[in-house]
């Protein structure tokens, strides 16, 4: 088989959450532990940082491994889902996985796919952990898939656990509270090992201190030590339309770092700096010790670096066009503040979501100022457009559904004017569609 035909195959024997939902997503670490062992277990092969959270886990992610990378280090990269292309998921300084590893891979281990009949993501995972310790990366930054104690990830034991911002998502698999959430990607904390928790949220620290001393862990909330504010010395993107912020850094209150560029404009990237800044200190001492200039040269050449894509990316100007991938009540109320700060004429939101989402809450958060353009992604989990329409219309947003992103995008570009914004989300999987985002330098 070519590539092409040996995703093809994958997508068809292996059952995968991203394109059908809960029916691709096994619970427990069997599956992975079987293959891991199958393959002389690669996980104890490499050093890790282990990162889970409901919102900015990827974009923690992709900063860690930047930074670690400018220091001088061979780091692999795990995340998932991938926007375009099977290959971003797994990286090592940055390069996507050759497409001919893939198949010579799967050509190898099909014998261990019949016997054992693993999920996507647990093949995933397998051939990740196999390729950084073939590369013998110096440290591997893993994305966990959704959760965290059940996630197939889990098998590692990291140098550092981060854990993100805690909020609603896959209530169905993970819990309907906020602290039933945070158990399960409190799951990741391993006995001994330095957890960093990113964001201090009431509502669900006693989980985290509670796992924490159970496993005897250092816990440590890094925004009660870090904080990043928008550097007074330039102008805030929001307001310019930059692909880039400018920040102040303090630590306990003092100054620490000033004018730090960060290649990413989102205000929510604030929100993941502190736990990111606090996951290298914790690294320092571990034999992973990070310069300054490592520091800002990462933080600011994030994308390049490491291929990050669909975080307030800003695809166009005039009218000025931008995409984000948030998907549930927190990603999406900070990516609507945001919006909201920034100057224009007219709203016009490009909008798809999947069928397992909660979508009226979704709906109730959006402005009923804005002109909709209701879409679906290529994939099966996608809520149907016309659907979509009729859910939005029926609180009061104004709109009409258009089917393929690509036609929705071009509706909503042809018709705004230059002072206009056009905002495409709602999905990664929307997302994942729009052609000018892999035109992004």
């Given at each position: 088989?070519?590539?092409?035909?040996?995703?093809?195959?994958?997508?068809?024997?292996?059952?995968?959450?991203?394109?059908?939902?809960?029916?691709?997503?096994?619970?427990?670490?069997?599956?992975?532990?079987?293959?891991?062992?199958?393959?002389?277990?690669?996980?104890?092969?490499?050093?890790?940082?282990?990162?889970?959270?409901?919102?900015?886990?990827?974009?923690?992610?992709?900063?860690?491994?930047?930074?670690?990378?400018?220091?001088?280090?061979?780091?692999?990269?795990?995340?998932?889902?991938?926007?375009?292309?099977?290959?971003?998921?797994?990286?090592?300084?940055?390069?996507?996985?050759?497409?001919?590893?893939?198949?010579?891979?799967?050509?190898?281990?099909?014998?261990?796919?019949?016997?054992?009949?693993?999920?996507?993501?647990?093949?995933?995972?397998?051939?990740?952990?196999?390729?950084?310790?073939?590369?013998?990366?110096?440290?591997?930054?893993?994305?966990?898939?959704?959760?965290?104690?059940?996630?197939?990830?889990?098998?590692?034991?990291?140098?550092?656990?981060?854990?993100?911002?805690?909020?609603?998502?896959?209530?169905?698999?993970?819990?309907?509270?906020?602290?039933?959430?945070?158990?399960?990607?409190?799951?990741?904390?391993?006995?001994?090992?330095?957890?960093?928790?990113?964001?201090?949220?009431?509502?669900?620290?006693?989980?985290?201190?509670?796992?924490?001393?159970?496993?005897?862990?250092?816990?440590?909330?890094?925004?009660?030590?870090?904080?990043?504010?928008?550097?007074?010395?330039?102008?805030?993107?929001?307001?310019?339309?930059?692909?880039?912020?400018?920040?102040?850094?303090?630590?306990?209150?003092?100054?620490?770092?000033?004018?730090?560029?960060?290649?990413?404009?989102?205000?929510?990237?604030?929100?993941?700096?502190?736990?990111?800044?606090?996951?290298?200190?914790?690294?320092?001492?571990?034999?992973?010790?990070?310069?300054?200039?490592?520091?800002?040269?990462?933080?600011?050449?994030?994308?390049?670096?490491?291929?990050?894509?669909?975080?307030?990316?800003?695809?166009?100007?005039?009218?000025?066009?931008?995409?984000?991938?948030?998907?549930?009540?927190?990603?999406?109320?900070?990516?609507?503040?945001?919006?909201?700060?920034?100057?224009?004429?007219?709203?016009?939101?490009?909008?798809?979501?999947?069928?397992?989402?909660?979508?009226?809450?979704?709906?109730?958060?959006?402005?009923?100022?804005?002109?909709?353009?209701?879409?679906?992604?290529?994939?099966?989990?996608?809520?149907?457009?016309?659907?979509?329409?009729?859910?939005?219309?029926?609180?009061?947003?104004?709109?009409?559904?258009?089917?393929?992103?690509?036609?929705?995008?071009?509706?909503?570009?042809?018709?705004?004017g230059p002072e206009d914004l056009v905002f495409i989300g709602g999905s990664t999987f929307v997302v994942a569609e729009v052609a000018e985002l892999y035109e992004t330098?």
């Amino acid at each position: 088989m070519n590539y092409s035909e040996t995703l093809a195959w994958l997508y068809a024997q292996l059952p995968m959450y991203q394109r059908v939902g809960a029916a691709g997503f096994k619970k427990g670490l069997g599956n992975t532990e079987a293959l891991a062992e199958a393959l002389g277990h690669p996980e104890r092969r490499f050093r890790s940082v282990h990162v889970a959270g409901t919102n900015g886990k990827g974009s923690s992610s992709h900063m860690l491994a930047a930074v670690l990378q400018s220091a001088g280090y061979k780091v692999g990269l795990y995340t998932s889902p991938h926007l375009r292309e099977f290959t971003e998921r797994i990286r090592v300084n940055g390069q996507e996985l050759a497409p001919d590893y893939l198949v010579r891979w799967v050509a190898e281990h099909r014998d261990l796919f019949d016997t054992i009949q693993p999920s996507f993501f647990e093949m995933c995972v397998a051939l990740a952990f196999d390729y950084f310790a073939a590369e013998q990366v110096d440290v591997a930054v893993v994305e966990v898939g959704l959760g965290g104690r059940l996630d197939s990830t889990n098998i590692i034991t990291p140098l550092v656990s981060l854990i993100t911002n805690i909020s609603y998502d896959h209530q169905a698999m993970l819990g309907d509270t906020l602290p039933e959430i945070a158990g399960e990607k409190a799951g990741i904390i391993k006995p001994g090992v330095q957890v960093v928790v990113s964001q201090s949220q009431p509502e669900v620290a006693d989980v985290f201190k509670a796992k924490a001393q159970q496993q005897g862990s250092p816990l440590w909330f890094a925004d009660q030590t870090w904080e990043a504010r928008l550097a007074a010395s330039q102008p805030d993107p929001a307001l310019t339309g930059a692909a880039s912020q400018v920040v102040d850094i303090t630590r306990e209150y003092r100054p620490w770092l000033r004018d730090v560029t960060l290649g990413l404009p989102g205000d929510y990237q604030r929100l993941n700096l502190p736990g990111v800044l606090a996951v290298l200190e914790a690294l320092g001492p571990l034999g992973l010790p990070v310069p300054e200039a490592a520091l800002r040269q990462g933080l600011a050449e994030v994308t390049r670096l490491t291929g990050l894509r669909g975080r307030w990316s800003v695809l166009g100007h005039r009218p000025l066009v931008v995409a984000d991938t948030a998907h549930n009540e927190g990603g999406l109320r900070l990516v609507l503040a945001q919006l909201a700060r920034v100057p224009h004429r007219a709203l016009h939101l490009v909008l798809g979501t999947v069928n397992d989402k909660d979508v009226g809450t979704v709906l109730a958060l959006l402005p009923q100022t804005a002109t909709y353009y209701f879409c679906q992604a290529d994939i099966p989990r996608a809520l149907p457009a016309d659907e979509l329409a009729a859910r939005a219309a029926a609180v009061g947003l104004v709109g009409r559904a258009y089917g393929p992103v690509a036609a929705a995008v071009a509706a909503a570009r042809a018709a705004a004017g230059p002072e206009d914004l056009v905002f495409i989300g709602g999905s990664t999987f929307v997302v994942a569609e729009v052609a000018e985002l892999y035109e992004t330098p």
